[in-house]
């Protein structure tokens, strides 16, 4: 399977459970919107050091993939296309209309192995467990391309009634091409 068919695959799946969810979903209504994206920070993430390093350049968070789990929890998808996303997978902090990410920030840092680097899409099931693409290349839109970041596709499974991964599978580059 080359990597565009596997896209492909993954958008039919992910159409295709959400109809069967709810074969009628209510009518869409606004809950936020936003000029600028911001983030839920705290004493290990502040705000001032994020900016300060262009780990956060506020122009740069583009919102990509909303999902809703039957708790009414929002999660939202910041894709890392361009330097300056603190964190590419979020829960939408219904009060403060800020990113919080998820599962965690330690699980957001960019160059880590093993770590989110890039997620574009997620799904969530009918037992609450979200199935989220990780795309692995960062950068993309960069104008500059030696910032462009190749790393491993991926998906993970995540429980969200714990907020533990169960699994995390990351594609041979053969089965990508």
Known sequence: MNWLSFVAFCIFCTLSSSFYQNPSPPLPTVFAEWVTLNYTWDATHPYSYYIKSQKFIPENCLLAGVNVDINGDIYLT???????????????????????????????????????????????????????IEVGRRNFFDLNPRKIVNGPAG???????????????????????
Do not use: H
């Open 78 to 132: 910041v894709p890392r296309w361009r330097e300056g996303v603190p964190a590419t997978l979020n829960k939408l902090n219904q009060k403060t209309l800020t990113l919080t990410p998820f599962p965690s920030w330690d699980m957001q840092e960019e160059g880590v192995d093993g770590d989110l680097q890039n997620c574009q899409s997620m799904t969530i099931d009918s037992r609450r467990r979200m199935w989220v």
């Open 155 to 177: 998906l993970w499974i995540i429980d969200l009634e714990t907020n533990q991964i169960l699994t995390k599978y990351y594609f041979p580059y053969s089965a990508l091409i």
